[in-house]
């Protein structure tokens, strides 16, 4: 013959003794023992762990890792997914978000903030859903209501001249007789030629006009012409509540017109996150209290 056995090596060379790690990652647990069958390794099945992705059973992590090459015969631990972590909600009330933010992540809700109008501190909890002691499983959602504080966030754009950015209104409950504080937060977006005047107008819940202040802004100092593009000029007013207007629910609203043309307003060309009609913007619905 021509010798083919003697070239055969007497023994394999190292890596023959090896075989490659296969990823067991999603497969059920019988799939999982045939797989290491198949592949000349052990399988040893670990404490398992909560996953809200993979399905309960099924394989979330292995160790030594896919791809890995081991001696044959070698142990790969596997865990099995349990499923969505499921725990009761936590009592969050009261507490401002940012000091609980951390802890509520170890649970893997999903968490929803919701800012609202309120005189508590910035992002002070003010209700939660689901309410605490009920199981969620982690994933779900949490909706929590904050306190947004006074300032509310307005974005309307007058005629691509003038943006009113936000509003700050401490209370929005008030005594007959007493003052309506109100800040608006207007930038120019570009030069401005014409002087324009603000009026702020408080109507009742027919819409008839029952208090008004009619002046050009910072009563007066801060005339628009001299507004420098993109600056936030503040703009402040105090508007008394009329002694004999009845109690209920009012609205305070304002905007611009070119100074001496009280009907001429100038026009909303995108309302943002406010309610606005005829060029009127809403800043709030204010409770005048018996």
């Known amino acids: 013959g021509t010798g083919c056995a003697a070239t055969a090596p007497a023994t394999l060379p190292p890596f023959a003794e090896q075989v490659l790690v ?42 030594p890792s896919p791809g890995r090459r081991v001696a044959r015969n070698s142990i790969v631990e596997i865990n099995l997914s349990q499923g969505p972590q499921i725990s009761p909600v936590i009592n969050v009330l009261n507490f401002i978000y940012e000091e609980v933010a951390e802890g509520l992540k170890t649970y893997g809700w999903d968490i929803r903030l919701v800012e609202e109008y309120n005189r508590e501190p910035y992002h002070k909890i003010l209700r939660q859903e689901p309410p605490a002691g009920l199981p969620l499983a982690a994933g779900q959602p949490l909706t929590l209501t904050v306190s947004g504080g006074t300032t509310l966030t307005l974005q309307v754009n007058l005629s691509d001249l003038i ?26 977006l570009r030069r401005i030629n014409t002087p324009y005047a603000v009026f702020v107008h408080l109507l009742n819940a027919d819409g008839q006009l029952v208090q008004q202040i009619d002046t050009e802004p910072g009563a007066g100092t801060a005339p628009t012409p001299g507004w420098t593009p993109g600056i936030t000029v503040t703009d402040r007013y105090a508007m008394e509540v009329p002694i004999g207007l009845p109690p209920g629910e009012y609205q305070l ?21 406010a309610e606005v009609d005829a060029n009127s913007i809403l800043i709030r619905r204010i409770t005048v209290l018996p």
Request: net charge neutral; charged share 20%.
């Open 22 to 63: 296969p990823s067991f990652l999603n497969l059920t647990r019988k799939d999982a023992e045939q797989l290491a069958q198949t592949a000349g390794l052990q399988l040893i099945i670990g404490t398992g762990r909560f996953d809200a992705r993979v399905p309960t059973g099924s394989v979330v992590d292995q160790s």
């Open 163 to 188: 943006s009113l950015d936000a509003a700050n209104l401490p209370v929005d409950q008030v005594q007959r007789g007493a003052l309506i504080d109100l800040t608006l937060f207007w930038r120019a």
């Open 253 to 273: 609203r304002v905007g611009l017109y070119p100074t001496g043309q009280p009907l001429n307003r100038l026009p909303v060309a995108d309302p943002g996150q």
